[in-house]
């Protein structure tokens, strides 16, 4: 039985509304969850607390690339939710996350539901240096559901 390791490096970004040319990223961070505990002393016992579990938390998706000069619809959503504070409604979207393997073929995607931009920064500005001017696209969503495909082909073996 042969394993192949998943690489990091191919991936596909998809946002509702946007462009296909808008969701081309370099990096993407923040794919992770947490369960938390909490301590709980029992009454007579000192040896030792209970760590209980409470509710799973997120990280914010941090998404990086390259700005244009192209118009983008990405970036207006990140501008009308950051610049009108909240004169107006928080519009949500879900956004995608897919890992491609050598083929193009999705295995592994993370589904990010009901996410809204919470930052938008960019990379400093140096005369003395040639790089990319980078910005970084920050969101916060309720939760993430990963679609596997490895469960799949482990169900194969067993």
Excluded: H
Aim: hydrophobic share 35%; aromatic share 12%; net charge negative.
């Amino acid at each position: 039985m042969t394993y192949n390791l998943q690489t990091s490096f191919y991936f596909r970004v998809s946002v509702p509304g946007t462009g296909s040319s808008d969701a081309a990223f370099q990096e993407v961070s923040g794919l992770s969850k947490e369960l938390g505990t909490e301590e709980v002393v029992c009454g007579g016992e000192n040896r030792f607390k209970y760590r209980l579990p409470t509710i799973a938390t997120f990280q914010n998706l941090v998404l990086k690339r390259g700005v244009t000069s192209a118009e983008s619809s990405l970036i207006s959503w990140v501008k009308d939710t950051l610049d009108d504070g909240l004169a107006t409604a928080v519009q949500t979207k879900d956004i995608k996350v897919q890992l491609l393997d050598e083929n193009g073929d999705i295995s592994m995607s993370w589904s990010f539901v009901s996410a809204y931009p919470v930052k938008w920064s960019a990379s400093d500005l140096k005369s003395q240096e040639s790089e990319v001017f980078i910005e970084t696209l920050e969101f916060s969503y309720q939760y993430f559901e990963i679609d596997d495909s490895r469960e799949s082909q482990t169900d194969l073996f067993s």
